[in-house]
């Protein structure tokens, strides 16, 4: 049972546009949220986080929107670069617990 | 480059084997987390490792063990190889014990179980 789902395996956006990457989760009792960003032959790097207290949390050209009710949230690059280009997850943290449970991820193409 | 260092990078292995997979921390990192990746999924936590002793499992089998050695580097070791044991095998180190904090990975070990 995935907790955790990032229902786009891809995404294709031009260069200089936003780009919106959404997850969703059914637990909810996850009360701490996070994004991390994986290049080819690297490992996830952290990118973004945000507590459930919250409903946005901004970082440069990165935000992420959180939705409680919906049990949604998504994170916007703006405005896309090339670089940006990889693959994103999604990952959750229970109330109380210590597992990060991620999402299946969303590969993210930014065209110049 | 997050100075997490994984090795082997690549393994084949048979089912029935045993294998173990090395981590090297981030400097000054006490904390150490395994992951398993299969191909077009997301990490699945395995378990962590904060001060060398246990602080937290996933939904693994006992066939997965670990270690944290005083120097906080750390071992995965998988008896019993099954076929799905193949994937990616990603480290994490982090300060402070918990999930919560920022991790900073290594490029990970493929294993694949023949």
Known sequence: ????????????VQEGRISILNCDYT????????????????????????????DKNEDGRFTVFLNKSAKHLSLHIVPSQPGDSAVYFCAAILNAGNMLTFGGGTRLMVKP | ETGVTQSPTHLIKTRGQQVTLRCSSQSGHNTVSWYQQ??????????QYYREEENG???FPPRF??????????????????????????CASSLGGTQRDIQYFGAGTRLSVL
Do not use: C, H
């Open chain 1, 1 to 12: 049972d995935q907790q955790v789902k990032q229902n786009s395996p891809s995404l294709s």
């Open chain 2, 38 to 47: 299969a191909l077009g999924q997301g990490p699945q936590f395995i378990f």
């Open chain 2, 57 to 59: 499992r996933g939904n």
């Open chain 2, 65 to 90: 063990s670990g270690l944290q050695f005083p120097n906080y580097s750390s071992e995965l070791n998988v008896n019993a190889l099954e076929l799905d044991d193949s994937a990616l095998y990603l």
């Open chain 1, 27 to 54: 637990n909810s009792m996850f009360d701490y949220f996070l994004w991390y960003k994986k290049y080819p032959a690297e490992g996830p790097t952290f990118l973004i986080s945000i507590s459930s207290i919250k």
